[in-house]
């Protein structure tokens, strides 16, 4: 087994443009749920619109780079009013409800045939995302990086600004959540009722929060789409929401550093699971039939999968949660 | 008792001892308010004045609709009808609960609401309205609600060594005991500045020192010129601390008058005895002995008989407080929906 090509792989893996837009997206999760107790199981909902913001506002209208991402937010915004209008009043599990449903509706809209000549169906939208490499201080055809950990040249551009926005919205979460506006939050989480008996508009703050929350989710999305220089329906699919979740709750819920690390910690565990798989089967440690062809990838789930029961079994928590406070919920 | 009176609180001669009598100066008035839950009428009240300045207590047996009716006072829950004013201003009849904190009426929940995972002084200082720092954008610049946070804090710290839970101040609310719970809402509730001040069995689960200590800080409250209304079984504590007594049966108000006068009250007794006729009464046990003594205070001396009442009036509690979180259940509903 060759561990070094296992290592790095993880290392990539936990650095990847990828992790850098679960952890945005998950910040965003954690402003939902870690901080206002919003269940939203759409998250990836945000993400694609957002994208499909930016691609078909340059495509079809020839609008620059910066004006797109507007556009792309913006998106993300009105998302966020749709969903929270009808459902913010009621109970938690409708919002959970319609965010679910709400992003596969986004993405058969978009991938229709009616819609091809504006969304490009299932191929998506291509070719959009020129304008904002050309900022890129990399050469792509060089590699970048330390030892045999290389990346080339765009691939270095993209994994930076994804890590920079990054931790940029993971300070401005905790910013916010350090202030009175998100000891509202908290309390909402808590007990809504408690706060509205206190003059809180639990409603308005709600809705900041889903506002908040799926414009995060709209910027990973950004990220992912510019980064792949293409939107693609499918890329944008339900388990895309819950592994985000995954990468929230491995980290621990409403915990700040906890979407970073989980998100790069869900990606290093998968690449892991994945290479030590080939690697054995490579070596002959494991059969190469229980590998082969679609099984290997299901199988590298059902790995993760069962660290993630072990994980809640032993450390529901999660890793920066702290169990004392969690246990509290339940009394 | 208090020596300190607030000025504007008259005392209770001469005002007419009927359901929906007339108070010469209401800080809230209700008219014909029903709530109907199926074929139900949870609440049903023609008329009522809150007298400011006062502690009104609200007694009734279990199921009288003190609560629901606490709810649509407090736009937790929509009437079928009526109308409400504070401090004579007309209520539009559906208004969100917010609205009306923020007009200084303020409540506490029979089943406590402690933010579980905040710490103690965190609950405190989510009271105080209209905080800079509760707005998007100035929330993320700290200098500029700072300042007012920091008085803020000095405030909730003051008023949790007045209700002696200072050593709980930085653990998380969900650590506090039941009583301490109710103790914290109440307190927390204060750092609102409501004029209205409306607590739904505070007393309930608390221990008899603990209760006296809390009944000291409600006429405390009254003193620095707040308006309360209480529900309350224990009609110890009714005698102890409210200036007027509201009787709730069946959602009707069916009468008013001093702690006195209503212990003497023949309809009272019967609502009572209606509702509970296999159980010997607290209510009409202490209200016989409140009588011998005359109108004192009971601080009664040990008493065979009356020990084992007690007894009987506690067991009563214990099964009220199993009804309330039946009650409770369906109340959230009717308020969420
Ligand atoms: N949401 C609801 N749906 C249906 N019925 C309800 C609802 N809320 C209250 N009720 C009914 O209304 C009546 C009054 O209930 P309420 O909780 O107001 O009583 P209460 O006077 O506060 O009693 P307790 O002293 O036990 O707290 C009860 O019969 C109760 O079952
Ligand atoms: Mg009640």
Redesign the interface.
């Given at each position: 087994m060759d561990w070094e090509v296992i290592f790095r792989n993880a290392i990539l893996a936990g650095i990847s443009r990828e992790a850098a837009v679960y952890a945005i997206a998950a910040v965003g999760l954690n402003v939902h749920f870690g901080y206002t107790g919003l269940l939203n199981f759409g998250q990836v909902g945000f993400m694609s619109i957002s994208a499909y913001g930016v691609g078909i506002s340059i495509t079809q209208y020839g609008a620059p780079v910066w004006l797109a991402f507007i556009i792309g937010l913006l998106a993300a915004v009105f998302l966020a009013l749709l969903l929270g209008v009808p459902t913010l009043?009621?109970?938690a599990d409708y919002l959970a409800i319609v965010t679910i449903a709400a992003s596969e509706i986004i993405r058969l809209t978009f991938r229709s045939v009616a819609l091809t000549d504006w969304s490009g169906g299932s191929n998506g939208i291509n070719g959009f995302a020129d304008g904002f490499y050309v900022w890129n201080p990399f050469d792509p055809s060089v590699a970048y990086g330390f030892g045999s950990v290389k990346v080339f040249g765009n691939q270095a551009y993209i994994i930076i600004v994804g890590w920079t926005l990054a931790v940029l919205v993971t300070l401005?979460v905790w910013?916010?959540m350090?202030?009175?506006?998100?000891?509202?939050l908290?309390?909402i989480?808590?007990?809504?009722?408690?706060?509205?008996?206190?003059?809180?508009?639990?409603?308005w703050y709600k809705m900041?929060s889903l506002i908040l929350g799926g414009v995060l989710g709209g910027l990973a999305g950004i990220v992912l789409s510019v980064g792949q220089s293409t939107v693609q329906p499918d890329v944008y699919s339900p388990p895309v929401t819950f592994f985000i979740w995954t990468a929230l709750i491995l980290g621990g819920v409403g915990r700040i550093w906890s979407p970073i690390f989980g998100a790069v910690a869900f990606w290093m565990i998968l690449s892991l699971a994945n290479n030590v798989l080939d690697q054995a089967t490579q070596a002959g440690i494991v059969p190469a039939a229980v590998t082969a062809g679609v099984r290997g990838g299901s199988i590298r789930f059902m790995i993760v999968g069962l660290g993630l029961m072990l994980l809640m079994a032993f450390r529901p928590q999660g890793v920066f949660g702290d169990r004392?406070?969690m246990m509290?919920?339940d009394? | 008792m208090t020596t300190t009176d607030h000025p504007g609180r008259i005392p209770t001669d001469g005002i007419e001892a009927v359901p929906g009598s007339s108070k010469p100066d209401p800080i809230l008035e209700v008219d014909t308010m029903v709530r109907q839950f199926g074929g139900l009428r949870a609440v049903d009240v023609e008329h009522l004045e809150i007298q400011r300045h006062w502690i009104t207590a609200l007694i009734g047996p279990n199921g009288a609709g003190k609560t629901t009716f606490f709810n649509l006072l407090?736009g937790?829950d929509t009437p079928n009808e009526g109308a409400v004013e504070f401090n004579g201003e007309a209520m539009p009849r559906r208004i969100?609960?917010?609205k009306l904190?923020?007009q200084g009426m303020?409540?506490?929940?029979q089943l406590t609401?402690?933010?579980?995972?905040?710490p103690v002084i965190?609950n405190m200082?989510?009271?105080v309205?209209e905080?800079?720092?509760?707005?998007?954008l100035p929330?993320?610049i700290?200098p500029l609600?700072n300042e007012q946070?920091e008085s803020i804090e000095e405030r909730a710290d003051k008023l949790l060594v007045r209700f002696k839970m200072d050593h709980m101040r930085d653990e998380?609310a969900?650590?506090l005991s039941g009583g301490q719970r109710k103790l914290l809402?109440m307190a927390?509730?204060l750092?609102?500045d409501p004029e209205l001040v409306m607590l739904d069995e505070p007393t309930a689960g608390v221990n008899p020192a603990l209760t006296q200590s809390l009944l000291q800080h409600v006429t405390g409250l009254r003193d620095e010129g707040m308006t309360i209304i209480f529900v309350e079984h224990d009609m110890d504590v009714v005698h102890e601390i409210a200036d007027w007594v509201v009787v709730m049966a069946e959602g009707k108000i069916i009468a008013e008058g001093t702690p006195d006068a209503i212990s003497k009250n023949e309809a009272v007794v019967d609502a009572y005895l209606g509702s509970h006729h296999d159980s010997d009464l607290t209510f009409d046990d202490e209200g016989d002995v409140i009588r011998g003594d005359e109108g004192q205070p009971v601080h009664d001396e040990p008493d065979v008989v009356h020990d084992d009442e007690r007894e009987v009036a506690h067991d009563d509690e214990r099964d009220v407080a199993h009804d309330h979180r039946a009650d409770d259940a369906h109340n959230?509903d009717g308020?969420?929906?």
């Open positions: 009043r009621l109970r401005l910013l916010l350090r202030s009175p506006w998100g000891r509202v908290k309390s989480r808590e007990d809504e009722d408690a706060a509205r008996a206190l003059g809180k508009n639990a409603y900041q004392n406070e509290l919920a009394r | 407090t937790f969100s609960p917010n904190a923020r303020v409540r506490t929940f609401k402690s933010l579980t995972r905040l965190e200082k989510l009271g309205k905080q800079r720092g509760e707005r998007f929330a993320l700290k609600w946070e998380f969900g650590t809402e927390r509730s750092m609102t959230e308020a969420t929906t």
